[in-house]
């Protein structure tokens, strides 16, 4: 399978996962505008023409803004829970969404895309897991808390775009308000470097071939204090040497290509 990180981070997400066999293709989450994700994907010759569907983890805006004009003008298909779309106002699909529930799994030509729960402040959200032919891809951001299922699942998979959102220390001395530190450090909020690394080393092995790092916070965290604490995972644990990409959150990623 291919991957290509758009945009990852608070100021928009969305993730382009496509068969190299059939050429179709599917976005995870489509929190940039529909421009935005066509210059970036024509970067390296791809088109949303190629994408059957659009897969909602939830309705923030920074996962959901380029839903309604991406849906409208390319006829695309928007998969996400009833809750979500519930929770959604100004960014609903205008129509051909299809309601998926936790633990549902959605088959697109040859890509499957499963549903699971998490904790997040958000109505009912969920990270998915795509599979096409054996290869199979964790896409995990705005997790609050451990997720047993996300421990499990690292364990078999082939790729992996974890949430690294903030470092404890920048957070506790940084500039913001008390009650938004609170928030962010909630079971509903999102996952710490210490809390990402943790489950990496407890639960990866040697089938991990691509480790990707994403939703990193503009004022909490950096790519080398994230590639400072994964280096020190690997060092501890040298039964796995994954190919480690950090996510940007101004530009698109490279092809990454798995199996
Ligand atoms: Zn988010
Ligand atoms: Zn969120």
């Known amino acids: 399978m291919n991957i290509i990180v758009l945009n990852s981070g608070?100021?928009?997400?969305?993730?382009?996962?496509?068969?190299?066999?059939?050429?179709?293709?599917?976005?995870?989450?489509?929190?940039?505008?529909r421009r935005q994700i066509e210059v970036r994907l024509k970067v390296h010759g791809r088109y949303l023409q190629n994408v059957r569907g659009l897969f909602i983890t939830h309705e923030h805006a920074d996962h959901v803004r380029g839903v309604p004009v991406t849906?409208?003008?390319?006829?695309?298909?928007?998969?996400?829970?009833?809750?979500?779309?519930?929770?959604?106002?100004?960014?609903?699909?205008?129509?051909?969404?299809?309601?998926?529930?936790?633990?549902?799994?959605?088959?697109?030509?040859?890509?499957?895309?499963?549903?699971?729960?998490?904790?997040?402040?958000?109505?009912?959200?969920?990270f998915f897991l795509v599979t096409i032919g054996e290869l199979r891809f964790l896409y995990v951001t705005d997790l609050g808390v451990h997720n047993d299922e996300v421990a499990r699942l690292l364990g078999e998979v082939d790729a992996a775009l974890l949430e690294s959102n903030y470092d404890e220390h920048m957070l506790n001395t940084g500039p913001y308000p008390e009650h938004l530190k609170e928030r962010i450090r909630a079971p509903h909020g999102h996952l710490s470097n210490l809390q990402a690394m943790?489950?990496?080393?407890?639960?990866?092995?040697?089938?991990?071939?691509?480790?990707?790092?994403?939703?990193?916070?503009?004022?909490?965290?950096?790519?080398?204090?994230?590639?400072?604490?994964?280096?020190?995972?690997?060092?501890?644990?040298?039964?796995?040497?994954?190919?480690?990409?950090?996510?940007?959150?101004?530009?698109?990623?490279?092809?990454?290509?798995?199996?």
């Open 198 to 259: 943790e489950l990496i080393e407890r639960h990866c092995n040697g089938r991990l071939h691509t480790l990707i790092f994403g939703h990193l916070s503009e004022n909490n965290n950096t790519p080398e204090i994230v590639q400072r604490e994964i280096d020190a995972v690997l060092a501890r644990r040298p039964d796995f040497r994954p190919r480690i990409v950090i996510a940007s959150r101004y530009e698109v990623g490279e092809v990454l290509s798995v199996g």
């Open 10 to 33: 608070s100021n928009g997400n969305a993730v382009y996962v496509e068969s190299p066999r059939s050429g179709a293709a599917v976005l995870l989450d489509c929190g940039i505008s």
């Open 71 to 126: 849906a409208k003008m390319y006829r695309m298909p928007t998969f996400l829970t009833e809750a979500t779309w519930r929770g959604l106002r100004m960014n609903r699909p205008h129509k051909g969404h299809r309601f998926i529930r936790s633990g549902e799994t959605v088959k697109v030509e040859d890509i499957s895309v499963q549903a699971f729960p998490k904790s997040h402040d958000a109505q009912d959200p969920v």
